[in-house]
C-alpha cells in the first residue's frame, strides 16, 4: 500500500577535506555558487548516494551504478524477481518507486514522476576550494624518473543541508510505501557515513528530520534548509571571512529556531516529526524542538 500523508525532509552532513560533489565539465572542480562561494551537492549525487547503500544492502535497486545497457540491466532483474512486464520488475525496485523512472524497451514504453524529489544541498556558508597536485606512482616511460601529476580539488570543510520532499499522490502510480520512505532515512543516514572512496572521506551524517502530514493536508512548510541559520559557537553571526575559514564542526552551531517557528505554526496538520541526531551537532533552540509535542527523537 502506497503512503499516504506528506512529508518534508531536511538533512545535514559534513564534508572534511573531500569532494562532495565534482564538476566533470569543470576539471572536477567542487560545484559551488560563485556569488555566495556556497558548495553545491546535486540531487543526483544524493540520490546516487542511498542507491548506494540498497546496493550494499542486497535490495532491488534498477540503477546500480555499473556500466550497462537498459536490456541488460532489465533481464538481470527479470530474472531476480521472477517478473516479466516492464511495469512488474520496476515496481519491485525500491529506487523507480520512490525516485520514478521513464522505461523504454521492445514495445513496452512508459514514466513514473517519483514521489521524492530533492533540492540541489547547499552548504550553510561560503567555503574555501583548494587546489592539489602529486605525482603519480609510477613513471611516464621505460627507465625515466620523471612521473605523471595528478591534479584534485578538496573543500576543508563543509555543513551541507538537503532539503526534500514526498508526494503522496505519485506514490499511488509508483507503489511506494512507508516502509519504502524508512528504507529510504536509513540508506541517506548511513550511506552518507559509507561514502569512503578516496574523494569522498569523512562525509558524515549530523541531522535527518522529516515531518508527516495528516491525511488530506496537500501543502507544505518549504525550503526547510533555508530555515537554519549558521553561528559561531559563541552564537554570532560569521561574515563571509570567517565563514571561508571554518575547519570542523566543533567552530559552529545551528540554530533551528525558526525551523521549530514553522513546525508550530502547521502544528494542526502535522502528524509526527521524526529526527535523528548526532550530538556532536550542537543546535540552538535543542529543547524547543525536543518540547514540541509531536516530536520522535533518536540519537546518534
Known sequence: MSFTGRREILFLYTVKDANPNGDPLNQNHPRYDEDTEQVLVSDVRIKRTIRDQWVREGK?????GESKTLKTRFEELRKLTGKSTGKEVLGECLDTRLFGVTFALDKEAFSWTGPVQFKWGRSLHAATFEFIQG????????DSQQRSFRNE?????????????????AARFTGASDQDLEDLAAALWTGTDNLITRSKTEHKARLYLEIEYRDGFNGKIGSLDEKLVLLSRTGEKLDRDAQKALRGLDEVMVDVLPLVEALKKHQKVIKQVKVIHDPELLLTGEDDLKGLGFLALETR
Open 135 to 142: 605525482t603519480a606512482a609510477f613513471a611516464t616511460k621505460e
Open 60 to 64: 532491488y535497486v534498477f540503477v546500480d
Open 153 to 169: 580539488y578538496k573543500v576543508p570543510f563543509a555543513l551541507i543541508a538537503v532539503y526534500g520532499i514526498a508526494n503522496q499522490y
